[in-house]
């Protein structure tokens, strides 16, 4: 007689495994949607597994890229040999009748939730769940995870910086979501809305009541902090409320588009407070995110796109998830009108890419001028022996450039830089890959150059 199997139990210990193996991007978005539909013992030696996938793209993915390591995984997890089936399944949980007491209570979980969303000022569409993690963004998601799992203990205050559209916002919403569902007092404000509501407040002579708003709860998070610089009063009132908080254990949580330190015409004594728990970096994100962002928003969206024209666009396209998401929106707006798939060719045509390789037809003195328009100088400027800041920079990443998007030799580019020594081409290069990995600003502006090259819009 076959033994029986619990399927939802197997998957559960193979992702276990899965997790560790495969990057978090790759895992969030590939491996974990999938689910076991089935398992039929053979004989006593082989089990045939059907695997779910969500989408044909989901399932062509999982064959190209994943099956061996799952097949690998789940062998082991399970002691015998098995073969996999894959099939394109949605999920749909199954509700016993003596399940409807727990399933009522859990409508109205989601309905208390849900007004505390909007009491708290979270938004309803910022959860983990949606958030896409990869290389430019784990240590971030962690920190958000360690946060939801001690708060008020754990990196307090957490203050997470980028660029836009990178989700800091995003993550932000998730904690306090996660925390509210523990029971806490949550509030959620950006750094305008506390600036109007102080204003209103001492118009109204009404102090006492934003004071209580904000200092009686058990997370305080605050998006775009930097726009309090030059507010002398919003600064002085957040000061006083910041440290009532940490005193007493409460989180924070801040949102900037730059480092603590960069932020001008803020006090001092905040700024010292800003450093004084965990500063975190989110980047743009790398090929293998993008892809994941694409393929999830098309889900989002149900709509088809071939694996070719996802790749397509997360291969040229180096900009953060909200450009992407939009870019991607008028993809499949055009493909709509054209028939209902996103094709490769229509990405083609209507972001004017095809691969890096033809793109790097472009002359070196085309990209000197590029970026000396991009930083508002000439090309005698870049080339020149001026050590204005600005300018060194621009200097700097025009090395960078003609060495790693054009493949030219350090001799070559010391060159065409004005004759200058290999040697100092080489510094540059390599100050310039590591600032991109740490420096917010000096990441977009290679990357809007990028663009340029790309022919990207």
Same mark, same amino acid.
């Given at each position: ?343 490769? =060719?229509?990405? @083609?045509? &209507?972001? /004017? !890419? ?8 472009? %002359?070196?003195? #085309?990209? *000197? ?60 290069? =390599?100050?310039? @890959?590591? &600032?991109? /990995? !740490? ?8 990357? %809007?150059?990028? #663009?340029? *090259?790309?022919?990207?819009?």
């Amino acid at each position: 007689m076959a033994k029986k199997i619990d399927a939802d139990q197997v998957w559960k210990d193979v992702l276990g495994e899965l997790e560790v193996g495969v990057s978090p991007a790759s895992f969030t978005s590939w491996v974990k949607p999938c689910f076991i539909d089935s398992i039929t013992e053979i004989d006593g030696e082989r089990w045939l597994v059907e695997l779910a996938c969500p989408s044909g793209f989901h399932q062509k993915t999982i064959d190209e890229r994943y099956y061996g390591q799952i097949k690998q995984v789940l062998e082991r997890q399970v002691g015998k040999r098995c073969e996999i089936g894959l099939v394109v399944k949605q999920r749909v949980d199954k509700v016993e009748s003596k399940e409807e007491e727990d399933l009522f209570s859990e409508e109205r979980e989601d309905r208390e939730e849900s007004q505390n969303v909007a009491e708290f000022g979270l938004n309803p569409r910022f959860d983990f769940e949606n958030f896409v993690v990869g290389g430019s963004n784990n240590l971030a998601y962690a920190a958000a995870k360690g946060v939801v799992d001690t708060p008020g203990v754990k990196h307090n205050p957490l203050f997470l910086w980028g660029g836009v559209g990178l989700g800091k916002t995003h993550l932000m919403h998730a904690v306090g979501k996660a925390l509210a569902r523990k029971g806490l007092r949550v509030q959620a404000v950006t750094s305008e809305q506390f600036t109007n509501e102080l204003i209103t407040t001492i118009r109204n002579r009404s102090v006492d009541g934003f004071k209580k708003k904000y200092r009686n709860v058990d997370a305080l998070l605050i998006d775009d902090i930097q726009f309090i610089a030059g507010k002398e009063s919003t600064q002085e009132e957040f000061f006083h409320t910041f440290n009532e908080l940490y005193m007493k254990g409460a989180q924070i949580i801040l949102t900037s588009d730059r480092r603590p330190q960069d932020i001008e015409q803020v006090e001092q004594r905040l700024i010292s407070r800003f450093l004084g728990g965990l500063t975190v970096d989110i980047g743009l994100p790398d090929y293998e995110m993008r892809l994941a962002i694409l393929s999830q928003k098309c889900s989002d969206l149900k709509v088809e796109a071939s694996g070719d024209a996802l790749d397509l666009i997360a291969s040229s396209v180096n900009t953060n998830a909200r450009e992407l998401e939009g870019i991607l929106t008028r993809l499949v707006n055009m493909a709509a009108i054209e028939g209902g798939v996103l094709t490769r =060719e229509l990405v @083609e045509r &209507e972001i /004017g !890419v095809t691969t890096k390789r033809e793109a790097k037809k472009l %002359r070196p003195q #085309q990209l *000197i001028s590029l970026i000396a328009k991009q930083f508002d100088y000439k090309n005698k400027d870049v080339l020149g022996k001026s050590r204005k800041a600005d300018l060194v920079r621009a200097r700097h990443i025009t090395m960078y450039l003609l060495r790693e998007e054009m493949g030219l030799t350090l001799q070559r580019v010391a060159q065409l830089m004005g004759g200058r020594d290999h040697t100092t081409v080489m510094h540059a290069v =390599e100050k310039m @890959e590591k &600032e991109f /990995g !740490v420096n917010q600003e000096i990441r977009e502006q290679i990357m %809007r150059v990028k #663009q340029e *090259i790309y022919g990207q819009v």
